[in-house]
């Protein structure tokens, strides 16, 4: 298995969303139409606030992954997601730009199936050329009521992909297979899947052909079923995983598990994250298998060289402990725009943005890039021509404020100003390097904030503008975990 | 070398609208009312006014932009008319052109008049404004009293005053201006109100409860204003003069620098200490015989006696407490209910201010009147804590 090129994973980042929607609470809510699924209550899933979408999950991955290394050496990016906002303008150069990836990098976007996640990192690996980052996105919508909207998720999943030293899981091979069976299916314009029976799914699909291309691909590998360590199914309906590995007969304790308790169903970003979770706790010589099942299936296999070294990364553990619980289920409905709650007046302004102006200050807007006088060092944000401090003219240099520390110099809680999660909580936030600026804070939990509560950066929607289905996007800062 | 607007300008008359809810009336309504009154006050004709200066705050969603509005309903043809804005202390800066005019020779009789609709924008609260295009990108939209709530924050953790300590504080600051406001026939608000009200009320933005909040009105106020030679010569005695005209604005070290802490209002040190020189005043507590200042909200009133100098730094918590700004205190402040309880129609409150002080040094002021006042001290901010301007203008009696 040494003989090919070190080709495989470098890096890796995750992020969830810290709100967890009790299915009890789903359940609970349906109960009148659907006590059924009072079978399916149990655990938590991860859900977006109203702020949160498939490309500020990506940048918060995608910063997770680049932590200790350097986002000017990647040299392509590409986001993986069915859930990207935009049809017609590239997403994953939105979120090269809040990254602060070089200008020069490709940049593209992988849709289309919820296999997009997978395919992408095998395409990743095949390429070898240079340093990559694939990230896969999802905010995951379904039908209030279905079964559907007790199982999915929202997160992401970051994966820097590279060849030569650095390279700790190295990538053995894949299998393709592209057929005709189309459990589920979502038009282009619609809010919501369709799909047939979960049993045909399972029986006829999954089961059918997940195990016949892992076969495959064990064979050429010239690896037997045994050697895999850590192995998961993504895109099947809930124990595809069990039944796979059984046909295949894998040990139950090497499938990696499946993140209903904990995040639910995340699509594109499913098979990534399952990954993620068997870079976390795989050692040297251990072998990953992970299967993307849709419409056919992709499959990879991953050798790790050596324990994923420690970089402070939040990684997917990190990311399933920062939770807040949430029971309000209409908060998921209203945050989904399913539900339009009478805000009132102030929720009636006109939020049009310059696209003049936002090209102007783009790494200030999308990278939090802020300045820092030559004359006295006063770091600040915004920049502009003259400095705050000491008024000289044109001596800002560029100084990135996204992975500083800060804290809490004054805030409120304003139950006045329309926010779609209210109280809109805002403040000073002092950087520990000087620069502060008013800033919203948002993931106030059950224990709230106070004056020198230490934050960290959280890359946002800003406004919607619902006229023009623009969304502003900035920086806001959530307390530290 | 410069030698300030000391005794300089006198005034000639004022007016004052009701100020309210006025489903009544339109803004030329409103202008007319002041206008009228500050006219028969001043015991001149409209045609001997030279030059008038126009102030209101916010064009887009109410009486509209440029001075055609004023000029237009006081028919103020063929003399020059400004219309001047700069946030909720846009009064001020409408008092501030006419009396320079006058103070420079260039005119001898110049109207001030300020004026805002504000119960005709639908919104409870002052409307939602910002269209500017950069900061729209990165600064959250706060409501005005989540601008002016993070004071309590800064000055609760720079003095360890514990929140209930200072809750009870900025509730007993609201109580005193309804106590107030409540022997004023022009206030939007006159009704006394029992302190467990006050601190029992809905959260606005914490520890802002719907008490702690001013009155959004709609109103004008007015002044006409002229030398001290032709007042006399008008048959006016017992002037009542501009001792100090002083403004400060921030340029972003408060908001966007660790230079600040959250518990002061800088512009309003840097307009009081303009305006104690230009005045002659060494000891504020001493020589002003009142206060009316900004207090769109209760927690703004009581870091403002601080940046006034009139309490030490850290004391007017306690101070408000002892009831050193009661009508019977040492410094009665907002003697006629202050925006809290007259009401704050934007554009107007500078003017409503200085309104008050005239009324009180005429003797005029009925059964809020206040015992030989000499002079007082208005104080009028425009935006937030950390981001705003502070007019201040200081008037008196003439020779004090």
Known sequence: MADSPRTGIKSFGAFIPRRRLQRSAIAAAHGWAFPALKGLAKGERSMCSWDEDAITMAVEAGRDALRGGSAGSIRSLTLASTTAPYADLNNAVLVGAALQLAPSTASSDATGSTRAGLSAVIAACRSGDGEQLVIASEKRQAKPGSVLEMQVGCGAGALGIGTGEGVFARFL??????????????????????????????????????????STLLKRLGLGADRITHFGVAGGPSKSDIAVAKALKIAPEKILPDLQATVGDTGTAQSVLLLIAALERAQAGDVIMVASFAQGCEVVAFEMLAAAPATGRRGLAGSIASRIEETAYLKLLSNDGQIDLDWGMRAETDHKTALTQLYRVADQIFGFVGGQCTACSTVQFPRTPSCVNCGATHTQQPYALADEPAKVATYT????????????????????????????????????????????????????????????????????? | MATGIKDKVAILGMGCSRFGERWDCGTEDLLTEAFQEALKDAGIEKKQIEAAWYGSALDRVNVGNSAIPLSTALRLEGIPVSRVENMCATGTEALRGAVYAVASGAVDIALAIGAEKLKDTGYGGLPVIGKGTFNDLWMPYGSAPAGFAQLAAGYRAKYKVSAENLKKAIGRVSWKSHQNGAKNPKAHLQKAVEMETILNAQIIASPLGVFDCCGVSDGAACAIVTTPEIARALGKRDLVTVKALQLSASAGREQSTNQWDGSYVQNTRNAARAAYKEAGISDPLKQLSMLEVHDCFSITELVTMEDLGVSADGEAWRDVMNGKFDADGALPCQIDGGLKCFGHPVGASGLRMVYEHYLQLTGRAGPRQLKNPVMGLSHNLGGVPYNGVCAISIVGLEGA
């Open chain 1, 173 to 214: 091979g894949s299998e393709t297979v592209s057929v005709p069976f189309f459990d589920h299916f979502r038009k282009s314009g619609s809010d919501f899947d369709y799909g047939w029976e979960e049993r045909w799914i399972r029986d006829e699909g999954v089961g059918k052909i997940v195990p016949k291309a892992i």
């Open chain 1, 413 to 481: 809680a304003d139950w006045l100003q329309f926010s779609p999660s209210p109280p809109l909580y805002m403040g000073l936030v002092q950087f520990d390097c000087g620069a502060r600026l008013l800033m919203e804070m948002v993931d106030v939990g059950p224990s709230g904030i106070d004056v020198g509560t230490p934050l960290t950066m959280s890359f946002r929607m800003k406004e919607r503008d619902k006229l023009r289905g623009w969304d502003r996007y900035f920086w806001k800062a959530a307390p530290a975990a």
